[in-house]
């Protein structure tokens, strides 16, 4: 009997040796199931969410770039630089304290790395650029509300390439917001600029390069890319130029179709007007210092007035941005070269530029948002692509 209680006392203490000694396994490993919702979409993550001691936690990467935000690494200092419109958020691994704009914040819980992956506590990083966050046990989801908690007035002008971008952002905001206006108006990349500047707008729009003077100014945002596609009529029967046919073309050194492959017609070439970001990069990167468009050619105020004319004249050559073209304009290649966002990506395509929007100082609270939203994956994916331009993600 006594050697009995003592192979069970003996047993019992190995058991509670064992519990000793066998590795803590973490929340994390116990929660794959969570799901990271953000503004009614799911977020698929390659590590995924987990609570730990009633702390949510998200991968880093994948929630900020769903939120239009830019996400940077220091191997060095083992800190996430997190970079939204708005904020600059700063996480540092194996801590709980993190800077909003510079200002230090703590946690209730230290920012993680799992399996090469940054996970924050989502309230810390939603809280700190005016998101919602919530947590449903029920459901085991964690929900936060940014692009669809949004309220105010936003005006914005500039840019008729940006314009199809801005106004499809605009419809699909208000359709999400109640108490949400967005007023979209053109007028050109110069109008943008001019009316940010001098405070008659919220958001300014350009598809010109940002001076550095207007950069002293103005803060500024990459919110697409494109290329300006040299448009010729669908019956025009030439189909490519080289670098020098089109700045003789577009300066006036040729004048007739049968100079470049073509019918015995004239040209005739058309422009924007002065102040438009189209023109400038027609100007900086195909015409060059020196040249400028032909006296002789018919201006327009926008990007589809330009395309109409365009379409309209057998004989008529102009530009616009990749984004408005459609089958009433034909694309001719440039030195050999179509313009398309593989070749935009690629560098290939010579006339190839940033669109861009911006606000007078660091953009705060809605005006912030919509440049974040702007920016986001889902805008990039549902509306900049589908606009025909090229995602910035």
Same mark, same amino acid.
């Given at each position: ?39 009614? $979409? ?43 419109? &708005? ?6 691994? &194996? ?54 908690? *949004? ?14 971008? *801005? ?20 007028? &050109? ?15 300014? *729009? ?64 058309? $422009? ?19 040249? /400028?468009?032909? &006296?002789?050619?018919?201006?327009? /105020? ?35 070269? *179509? ?55």
């Amino acid at each position: 009997m006594k050697s009995i209680k003592k192979l069970l006392t003996m047993m019992l203490a190995i058991v509670v040796l064992a519990a000793l000694v066998v590795p803590f396994v973490p929340v994390s490993a116990a929660s794959s199931n969570i799901k990271l919702v953000i503004d009614g $979409t799911e977020v698929k993550t390659t590590v995924p969410p987990f609570v730990e001691n009633g702390t949510t936690f998200v991968p880093l990467r994948a929630a900020t770039e769903f939120l239009g935000a830019d996400v940077s690494w220091n191997q060095t200092t083992r800190q996430a630089t997190v970079k939204t419109a &708005g904020f600059v958020v700063i996480f540092t691994i &194996g801590s709980r304290d993190f800077t909003v704009n510079g200002v230090k914040k703590t946690s209730v819980q230290a920012t993680q790395l799992v399996n090469g992956s940054t996970m924050i506590p989502i309230r810390a990083l939603a809280e700190s650029i005016g998101a919602e966050v919530s947590y449903d046990h029920s459901t085991v989801t964690a929900t936060v509300k940014y692009f669809t908690n *949004m309220k105010g007035n936003i005006v914005v002008t500039g840019s008729t390439t940006v314009q199809p971008i *801005m106004q499809a952002a605009a419809d699909y905001l208000i359709g999400k917001n109640t108490g949400l206006s967005i007023s979209v108006a053109g007028g &050109g990349s110069g109008t943008g600029k001019n009316d940010t500047k001098n405070g008659t707008n919220n958001i300014g *729009m350009s598809s010109s390069a940002m001076s550095a003077d207007d950069m002293r100014t103005l803060d500024a945002f990459i919110v697409a890319k494109d290329a300006v596609a040299i448009i010729v009529h669908p019956n025009n029967p030439v189909k490519g130029l080289t670098k020098e046919q089109a700045i003789d073309i577009f300066t006036g050194k040729i004048k007739n179709w049968n100079e470049v492959g073509g019918n015995n017609a004239p040209i005739l070439v058309q $422009t924007r007007e002065a102040g438009s970001g189209t023109l400038d990069t027609i100007q900086s990167l195909l015409l060059g210092s020196g040249n /400028s468009i032909v &006296g002789t050619a018919t201006a327009h /105020s926008s990007s589809g007035l330009l395309l109409n004319a365009v379409a309209n004249n057998a004989n008529a050559i102009g530009y616009d941005s990749i984004g408005y073209l459609n089958n009433t304009v034909k694309a001719v290649t440039l030195a050999g070269i *179509m313009p398309s966002a593989a070749t935009v990506k690629n560098g290939a395509y010579s006339i190839s530029r940033d669109l861009w929007v911006f606000t007078k100082g660091r953009p705060t609270g809605v005006y912030a948002m919509l440049i974040d939203f702007l920016r986001s994956d889902y805008c990039q994916t549902k509306i900049t692509v589908p606009e025909g331009y090229v995602s910035i993600r």
